[in-house]
């Protein structure tokens, strides 16, 4: 009975009185439907998704496979979280932690992106590198996909601040002049802040992703 409520995911409480076991209670955590869209959406974009939690193997075993992982770590002490997540640094790998609780801080620390849920414990919060508002786990690919959009408006505008300039300056310093071409200093002034608008405009179109 215990191993199969074990392997239902549920912790299972003896009680006992006058030395005599009377009985089982068996507590278990709802998995939540929002965990279970966060860990396909990251699938979707490529990620590799993996639990690292306290809980023994059958009850891990048992939520990783609810939720689709074929990646878990069970039985982690607070202290040997870090040193995992170190493990799979070691691997080549980029990793990213998602934690609220004071066990987790090391981790999120020791991560290449500690991220804290802002519901969590203020150590958490404080040793994250990134801080989710809300207790929303889907909006962890959220933050991802807005942060590759960043980066990409990012490139967009030095490639173009860079192309820009290399044109307009040594026609502001008179490369054009034995052709008989002269930039009045006003319309260079213009110029040189069409770069500064162009560029803010297209940063500006951020605010019309969708993430």
Do not use: H
């Not at 040189?192 to 162009?198: D, E, G, L, P, V």
Request: no cysteine.
């Amino acid at each position: 009975m215990v191993s199969k409520l074990s392997s239902q995911g549920k912790t299972v409480v003896y009680v006992s009185t006058d030395k005599k076991l009377q009985g089982l209670i068996a507590m278990a955590d709802l998995i939540r439907e929002e965990s279970r869209e966060a860990v396909l959406a990251l699938k979707e974009m490529g990620l590799e998704v993996a639990m690292l939690t306290g809980d023994n193997k059958q009850t891990a075993s048992y939520v990783a496979n609810e939720l689709g992982l074929t990646t878990f770590f069970a039985e982690v002490l607070p202290e040997q979280k870090a040193s995992t997540i170190k493990g799979l640094q070691d691997q080549g790998k980029r990793a990213a932690m998602v934690g609220d609780g004071i066990n987790d801080a090391p981790a999120l620390v020791q991560a290449n992106v500690g991220i804290a849920i802002g519901a969590g414990t203020d150590v958490a919060v404080e040793s994250a590198d990134v801080v989710l508002i809300k207790n929303d786990p889907r909006d962890v690919s959220r933050l991802i996909r807005l942060s590759n959009k960043t980066m990409r408006k990012m490139n967009e505008n030095l490639v173009w601040a860079t192309g820009y300039n290399v044109v307009a300056i040594p026609i502001a310093a008179g490369v054009l002049v034995p052709f008989g071409i002269v930039l009045r200093p006003e319309f260079a002034a213009i110029t040189m802040s069409a770069s500064s608008i162009s560029v803010v405009a297209n940063a500006l179109l951020m605010k019309r992703a969708k993430i």
